[in-house]
């Protein structure tokens, strides 16, 4: 049946057309509200959506004056005009008579005068119930309460530049069709907003409790990114009286992540939050000037097999992303609390003014909560307050014993010519005692609080290695004695060539956090952290110390842990330790794989001795992998070139040829260049992608970005059964959405040997 000849078709063209010319109408007053042209208001209403009895001029000025609309909501109404709405349930509260059908858009709009919606927001409370609920008895809540009621229809629009191209009911027996048409899309439309196909497992999430932490572990294309950013969205609607859009940061792995994000957040009506990089982020609020390794750098040598010490690498990246190694720092922190402790009492000449134990417990007790330096600029405060107070008493003191003497002077003394002198002395000894007892006060503070002064916060963490004595005492029954000089020897090298790992930036926010505190210019409210398995537990603690919040939204895949040398390997300690009030939620479905890719992702999984769960894509039916081996170059160039061409037939516009590392890419880059008449993009850091090149990139910069087509390309370096290798394996493959090739010397190269039967193409 053509949409045209559904039964409600006249009335759904009818509603889409009243919605949108009360949209065009308040965007129109709006535009001239702000250029400040009311006078004319009236005249200028002639003509304007008048096509609906309703559009009267009354409402539309309150509607106006009401809608004073800020310029980005303005911008933000402009856009959402070509589809002012996705879905309609049919809604009838359990206390009301009359059931009520609502229009879900990403804006909200009201009939001044009735209140009556015409389109409700997706993140409004009742709209829940069109993501989770089933047809039939539901309900919802909102603001504390529990809401019942019967949801009798969910209508999905398909709606583009205004016009109603198909409307379809979903219910338990349709399977989500528009999800389906969604998911079949391109990848260029990556990251776009999914608000009409948000699934109840990824609503959950959105709509998970708002004063707790969530952390997601989610399967690889099962929208953990996606998914965050709709939280976003929905977080700031909620608490838009409240909470401001800059004291909300997101932490992106690299900036080609912000770029991606970028698009999405304006989409979802979100601006001004902050978005930056771990790195980034690290260095602005550290504030010293550093040079920091880059963080692939490691990862790099471990794939490419070039450290001396393998092992050794690894286990310092894994200890310096440790607890214990906190725990090492919290020992020296304390040293240093007590180094910068005030102890003496506090002397303006012989007089006391501030007792020192006084001080002390001022220091460690009372302003305990606070950085050494805050709590050295209050101690600060108390003397620079006690001496104004004594100075005064001594002063006055100090003139009476004068105008004593010079009483005994004036009075006692009878030859006058001795009087006289007397009188003179006791005035010079008067004026001398005053002045040096000024200049004593004036720098009696400083003084005493110099050496409490904590030194810059880079030299207290070379310090700390510089001293074997010391790295001994506080790295005691932490580190064996080997383990512990060999790790100080190690850092000391690394630091004195002016250089810092990844790895050293928590440690150096903690210890900036304690010693000088986080600016709070610098510090967020609220934290979104995507790719979170690459964090390591240092730097999850060090962020929620340092930032002084445990609101973190924190998603990621252990299976896609390449660097878990650093990173985590179980979300246990992050969930019981670190942000024991977060709800832990997981995403088993993948979004963005065919069912035949993710059989093969599933099964490379099922070669790592840690249990993954098996990854379960949506319905959504592909061609089964392909692979080919070949023989010398030409062959090589030949089986790639094979593999675009097909996808390119299939209708792919992205395609990426994934190589393991970056030696092997510039060497495919080259056979490229000489075979492929198409141009060929080489990207070996995060960088802009040219979208209609060949794209040819090592896997681990191929994390976190999806294709419509995936050639994994083993040319010299083959992938081995290590843990490292087939996450990386694993990460290429997920990338695809469409299609997946394989091109190897042989099966072995690529770990397909292993795998059964029937999940290759034949
Ligand atoms: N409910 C949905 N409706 C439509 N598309 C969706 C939905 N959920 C996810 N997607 C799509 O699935 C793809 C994967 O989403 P996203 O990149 O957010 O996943 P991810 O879990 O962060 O992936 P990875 O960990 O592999 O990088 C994207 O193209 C996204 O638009």
């Known amino acids: 049946?053509?949409?045209?000849?559904?039964?409600?078709?006249?009335?759904?063209?009818?509603?889409?057309?009243?919605?949108?010319?009360?949209?065009?109408?308040?965007?129109?007053?709006?535009?001239?509200?702000?250029?400040?042209?009311?006078?004319?208001?009236?005249?200028?209403?002639?003509?304007?959506?008048?096509?609906?009895?309703?559009?009267?001029y009354t409402s539309l000025l309150a509607t106006s004056n009401f809608l004073n609309i800020a310029e980005g909501e303005l911008k933000h109404l402009k856009e959402v005009l070509p589809r002012p709405y996705f879905a309609r349930i049919n809604f009838k509260a359990a206390d009301k008579q009359e059931e009520e059908i609502l229009y879900i858009g990403k804006i909200s709009l009201h009939e001044p005068e009735t209140q009556e919606p015409i389109v409700i927001d997706w993140r409004s409370p009742i709209a829940n119930v069109y993501y989770d609920g089933r047809i039939g008895d539901v309900s919802y809540e909102a603001y504390g309460e529990e809401y019942e009621g019967n949801l009798s229809k969910k209508?999905?629009?398909?709606?583009?530049?205004?016009?109603?191209?198909?409307?379809?009911?979903?219910?338990?027996?349709?399977?989500?069709?528009?999800?389906?048409?969604?998911?079949?899309?391109?990848?260029?439309?990556?990251?776009?907003?999914?608000?009409?196909?948000?699934?109840?497992?990824?609503?959950q999430i959105i709509r998970a409790d708002l004063n707790r932490p969530i952390i997601v572990q989610g399967a690889a294309g099962s929208g953990k990114t996606t998914i965050a950013l709709h939280r976003i969205s929905y977080f700031l609607y909620h608490y838009a009286d409240s909470f401001r859009p800059e004291e909300l940061m997101i932490i992106a792995p690299n900036r080609m992540f912000i770029d991606y994000i970028g698009d999405v957040l304006p989409e979802l009506g979100v601006n001004r939050i902050r978005q930056t990089t771990y790195i980034d982020y690290m260095q602005e609020a550290i504030g010293e000037k550093m040079k920091v390794r880059s963080p692939q750098a490691k990862l790099i040598k471990l794939v490419n097999g070039e450290w001396e010490d393998p092992t050794f690498e690894k286990w310092v990246s894994g200890f310096k992303g440790s607890l214990k190694y906190k725990k090492l720092l919290d020992r020296y922190i304390s040293r240093i609390r007590l180094e910068l402790c005030p102890k003496d009492d506090f002397m303006l000449e012989k007089y006391r003014l501030v007792n020192g134990t006084k001080l002390k417990r001022l220091y460690l007790t009372d302003y305990n909560y606070l950085s050494f330096q805050k709590r050295n600029d209050k101690i600060k405060e108390v003397l620079k307050s006690h001496l104004r107070q004594k100075k005064k008493m001594i002063l006055d003191n100090i003139q009476k014993k004068y105008d004593t003497m010079l009483e005994q002077a004036l009075f006692h003394v009878q030859n006058k010519e001795k009087r006289k002198q007397r009188v003179v002395d006791v005035m010079e000894w008067k004026e001398e005692r005053f002045n040096t007892l000024q200049k004593e006060a004036k720098t009696a503070v400083s003084r005493y609080m110099?050496?409490?002064?904590?030194?810059?916060?880079l030299t207290y963490y070379k310090e700390l290695f510089n001293d074997a004595n010391l790295f001994a005492e506080v790295s005691e029954d932490i580190l064996s004695t080997q383990q512990s000089e060999r790790f100080r020897l190690y850092q000391q090298d690394l630091l004195a060539g002016k250089e810092f790992e990844v790895e050293d930036l928590a440690p150096l926010f903690y210890i900036k956090h304690k010693i000088n505190g986080i600016p709070k210019e610098k510090r967020a409210r609220n934290v979104v952290i995507d790719e979170a398995q690459d964090y390591s537990h240092f730097q999850l603690y060090a962020l929620k110390a340092g930032l002084e919040t445990d609101m973190f939204t924190v998603v990621g895949?252990?299976?896609?842990?390449?660097?878990?040398?650093?990173?985590?390997?179980?979300?246990?300690?992050?969930?019981?330790?670190?942000?024991?009030?977060?709800n832990f939620m997981t995403l088993k479905k993948s979004y963005r794989t065919t069912i035949e890719i993710m059989d093969l992702a599933n099964a490379t999984l099922q070669l790592l001795k840690q249990d993954f769960p098996t990854v379960e894509p949506v319905v959504r039916h592909g061609q089964k992998p392909s692979f080919q081996s070949f023989e010398g170059e030409e062959e090589f160039a030949a089986s790639v070139l094979k593999s675009v061409e097909e996808?390119?037939?299939?209708?792919?516009?992205?395609?990426?040829?994934?190589?393991?590392?970056?030696?092997?890419?510039?060497?495919?880059?080259?056979?490229?260049?000489?075979?492929?008449?198409?141009?060929?993009?080489?990207?070996?850091?995060?960088?802009?992608?040219?979208?209609?090149?060949?794209?040819?990139?090592?896997?681990?910069?191929?994390?976190?970005?999806?294709?419509?087509?995936?050639?994994?390309?083993?040319?010299?370096?083959?992938?081995?059964?290590?843990?490292?290798?087939?996450?990386?394996?694993?990460?290429?493959?997920?990338r695809a959405m469409h299609e997946l090739h394989l091109i190897s010397p042989d099966r072995e190269k690529l770990l397909l040997h292993q795998l059964k039967e029937g999940i290759l193409r034949p």
């Open 450 to 457: 110099k050496p409490l002064t904590p030194k810059k916060m």
């Open 1 to 56: 049946m053509t949409i045209q000849k559904h039964p409600d078709y006249s009335k759904e063209t009818e509603r889409l057309s009243y919605t949108k010319g009360y949209m065009q109408a308040i965007i129109q007053l709006a535009e001239l509200n702000q250029g400040q042209h009311k006078t004319n208001l009236k005249e200028a209403m002639e003509g304007i959506g008048d096509s609906d009895s309703s559009l009267n």
């Open 647 to 734: 996808s390119r037939e299939k209708g792919c516009d992205l395609i990426a040829v994934i190589g393991k590392n970056d030696r092997e890419c510039a060497v495919i880059y080259e056979l490229m260049k000489k075979h492929s008449t198409e141009p060929v993009q080489l990207l070996l850091e995060h960088e802009p992608m040219n979208k209609g090149h060949l794209l040819i990139m090592p896997s681990y910069v191929s994390k976190g970005l999806e294709f419509d087509s995936v050639i994994i390309a083993c040319y010299n370096d083959l992938y081995e059964q290590t843990e490292l290798d087939v996450k990386l394996l694993y990460v290429a493959m997920t």
């Open 155 to 203: 209508r999905q629009y398909k709606i583009e530049d205004g016009k109603l191209l198909d409307f379809r009911d979903v219910d338990l027996t349709t399977t989500d069709e528009l999800l389906q048409e969604s998911l079949a899309g391109k990848a260029d439309h990556r990251l776009t907003e999914i608000v009409s196909t948000i699934q109840a497992e990824q609503n």
């Open 557 to 582: 895949d252990l299976a896609q842990g390449i660097h878990s040398y650093r990173g985590l390997k179980s979300w246990k300690t992050v969930t019981e330790k670190i942000l024991p009030r977060s």
